[in-house]
């Protein structure tokens, strides 16, 4: 029992010691997962899991492993595993080798990658979006172009510039597109879809690689050219 407590009470000592020399030089540099609150960086190097809540970093976060952020800011962000972001704020480029969840946070940067599936709700972008797999966006706002690689589904989202897809269905619900939807799906057993259900386009809808079809349903609307689609028409 006695060498059990010496041997925790030196693990303790070991902890405490790391979050002094941590919270002294400001960087933190960690191997295996950790959880951190109420600190601020000026780096972040982890080489596992990383949970944090209410803190700063004003330089680069690099994660080699699941990053979950709550109520945090941050600079630049590299994550190599999945990553959250809640009520938080980028500033500087982001790029994810995994999925990505955020709501109710601001990224602004230069860029965003990411290299799974994105799915936002309540968040706004600033920075041009490449994703590298779904897009699955609720009451979104979105400053520069998006590109994905596979589906898109919106509801209640505003895309100021244009978006382009290679996933074979687009669902666009009570949405605002401020440019061109660009289609480049080419899968022979699927015809490529966009469903605009109480959406709104204001530019030009084009299908690149083969013919696709265009829904338009409950008063869904394009304002610009319709190109090698056929279109379908229903609901008031």
């Given at each position: 029992?006695?060498?059990?407590?010496?041997?925790?009470?030196?693990?303790?000592?070991?902890?405490?010691?790391?979050?002094?020399?941590?919270?002294?030089?400001?960087?933190?540099?960690?191997?295996?997962?950790?959880?951190?609150?109420?600190?601020?960086?000026?780096?972040i190097n982890v080489?596992?899991?990383?949970?944090?809540?209410?803190?700063?970093?004003?330089?680069?976060?690099?994660?080699?492993?699941?990053?979950q952020f709550r109520?945090?800011?941050?600079?630049?962000?590299?994550?190599?595993?999945?990553?959250?972001?809640?009520?938080?704020?980028?500033?500087?480029?982001?790029?994810?080798?995994?999925?990505l969840k955020v709501?109710?946070?601001?990224?602004?940067?230069?860029?965003?990658?990411?290299?799974?599936?994105?799915?936002?709700?309540?968040?706004?972008?600033?920075?041009?979006?490449?994703?590298?797999?779904?897009?699955?966006?609720?009451?979104?706002?979105?400053?520069?172009?998006?590109?994905?690689?596979?589906?898109?589904?919106?509801?209640?989202?505003?895309?100021?510039?244009?978006?382009?897809?290679?996933?074979?269905?687009?669902?666009?619900?009570?949405?605002?597109?401020?440019?061109?939807?660009?289609?480049?799906?080419?899968?022979?057993?699927?015809?490529?879809?966009?469903?605009?259900?109480?959406?709104?386009?204001?530019?030009?809808?084009?299908?690149?690689?083969?013919?696709?079809?265009?829904?338009?349903?409950?008063?869904?609307?394009?304002?610009?050219?319709?190109?090698?689609?056929?279109?379908?028409?229903?609901?008031?």
């Amino acid at each position: 029992m006695m060498k059990q407590m010496q041997t925790l009470g030196l693990s303790m000592s070991l902890i405490l010691f790391w979050q002094a020399n941590a919270d002294s030089i400001n960087n933190l540099n960690f191997a295996g997962n950790v959880k951190v609150s109420q600190e601020n960086y000026q780096s972040i190097n982890v080489n596992g899991d990383l949970d944090a809540e209410r803190i700063t970093n004003s330089g680069m976060s690099n994660i080699s492993g699941k990053a979950q952020f709550r109520q945090s800011k941050l600079q630049d962000l590299s994550i190599d595993g999945k990553a959250t972001l809640e009520n938080s704020q980028v500033n500087g480029e982001i790029n994810i080798a995994g999925a990505l969840k955020v709501s109710n946070s601001q990224l602004s940067g230069k860029l965003l990658h990411c290299s799974g599936n994105l799915t936002s709700n309540n968040s706004s972008y600033a920075s041009p979006l490449n994703i590298n797999g779904t897009l699955d966006s609720t009451h979104d706002n979105f400053a520069q172009t998006v590109n994905t690689s596979g589906s898109i589904t919106l509801n209640q989202s505003i895309f100021h510039q244009g978006l382009s897809s290679s996933g074979y269905k687009l669902k666009l619900s009570n949405s605002q597109i401020q440019g061109d939807i660009t289609d480049n799906a080419k899968i022979w057993i699927l015809t490529p879809q966009i469903f605009l259900d109480n959406t709104q386009v204001n530019g030009n809808i084009v299908f690149t690689k083969m013919t696709g079809e265009l829904i338009l349903a409950n008063g869904a609307k394009v304002s610009g050219t319709i190109k090698n689609a056929k279109i379908v028409r229903y609901g008031s």
